[in-house]
């Protein structure tokens, strides 16, 4: 079912449609990540779709967790439990098995590890990843994978490759059964592998090589933003593109700024998450195109401008920074609600920008000039 499609080229930077059985993505895309099949801060599958929201990220595990992948499946799948009729990415649990859970047991067969919510032992394998997300119907399922910190010892994160790729073969599988058994709610589920390899380049390279020979749907770019520096993940892109199937769509796994997205398009990467707009958004951290702006500042308190005057989302039309201010101030949610609304269409109308200027071959001034304004502070 699954296609991607090159429109067009500008450097490395990619223009592209990726066909799903749930809709067609135009690439770059921007994934709003809702971990328990909803954004934090009251934001609706209605308010998604009039910012722009092209697919939306939920998380295997918080989900596995509460309130069961069976019981999801029951009601009909994700899409209908929290009405959605766009593409859903369920990532597979594995980044949450390495930073949430302080006590776990690796194996060759999986992991088990103590639930973060209360703490009863859970078992995550390849096997359990797919089926959860099976169970979950989403349209494109990522692979189970161990995640590893950065750096670590290159021994360690040889033998963790290896474990990722046979892991990765196992969840092929697995996937390739559930498709086609009878009660399986989404039989044209897609599967994403996983690159992985720290900061080392030659693992890097050498794992991609592996997965590429797979043939799947998609592949990611993992192990990445999680403390190094941004010089060095643009390292390890650089690195590994050219190794990633040209006919497949790229994904950069939990980045980042409009910096990072617009230097990673630049690098040939298509698909991108991030909790950070709509985290920094609960906390009145705010972008915009002139830069970013934090409106706990008191110069904001008789400001009558909307939080952006260069953006036409519902927010900037109809409110200012005074009153949002004063709503954050007064300890009222719809404050929290109405910037992580701007946040997020913000990200969305950035990659609609960003497809425009590949599409025109314009990209690079694109680049030159947001990347000196979309960083600076207000």
């Not at 047991?105 to 639930?115: C, H, L, M, P, R």
């Not at 590429?212 to 190094?228: Q, T």
């Not at 909307?306 to 404050?335: M, N, Q, S, W």
Request: neutral net charge; proline residues 4%.
């Amino acid at each position: 079912m699954a296609k991607f499609t090159l429109l067009n080229q500008d450097g490395r930077a990619r223009r592209g449609t990726f066909e799903t059985v749930h809709g067609t993505i135009q690439t770059p895309v921007f994934m709003n990540v809702g971990t328990s099949a909803a954004i934090k801060g009251g934001i609706s599958t209605g308010d998604l779709k009039n910012i722009r929201c092209q697919v939306e990220l939920s998380n295997t595990y918080h989900l596995h967790v509460r309130p069961g992948s069976e019981i999801i499946k029951k009601l009909g799948g994700i899409h209908k439990f929290f009405n959605w009729d766009k593409p859903v990415l369920t990532d597979s649990g594995g980044f949450q098995v390495f930073s949430l859970a302080k006590l776990r047991n690796i194996t060759e067969e999986g992991v088990t590890f103590a639930s973060h919510f209360d703490g009863a032992r859970i078992f995550m394998s390849p096997e359990v990843s797919m089926q959860i997300q099976s169970n979950l119907a989403s349209t494109i399922a990522m692979a189970f994978d161990e995640c590893i910190e950065n750096p670590a010892p290159y021994n360690y994160v040889k033998d963790s490759c290896d474990r990722t790729t046979r892991w990765l073969y196992r969840c092929k599988a697995e996937m390739e059964r559930l498709n086609s058994l009878p009660d399986t709610i989404n039989k044209d589920q897609l599967l994403f592998g996983i690159n992985q390899g720290g900061t080392y380049e030659d693992l890097r390279i050498k794992h991609m090589k592996e997965i590429a020979e797979l043939d799947l749907d998609g592949y990611a770019i993992g192990g990445l933003a999680v403390g190094e520096s941004a010089e060095e993940m643009y390292r390890i892109i650089d690195c590994v593109e050219p190794h990633m199937p040209k006919d497949k769509p790229r994904y950069l796994m939990g980045v980042g700024t409009p910096l990072n997205i617009i230097e990673a398009v630049d690098r040939g990467v298509d698909f991108f998450d991030c909790v950070m707009p709509s985290r920094n958004a609960r906390h009145g951290n705010l972008f915009t195109w002139k830069g970013l702006v934090n409106l706990n500042n008191n110069k904001y308190i008789l400001d009558e401008q909307p939080l952006d005057p260069d953006c036409d989302c519902p927010v900037c039309k109809t409110y200012t920074r005074a009153y949002i201010r004063h709503l954050f101030k007064a300890r009222e949610l719809l404050g929290m609600r109405l910037c992580v609304l701007h946040n997020l269409y913000f990200y969305n109308t950035l990659m609609m920008r960003i497809r425009e200027a590949i599409e025109e071959n314009r990209f690079d001034e694109f680049k030159a000039e947001y990347l000196p304004v979309l960083g600076r502070k207000l």
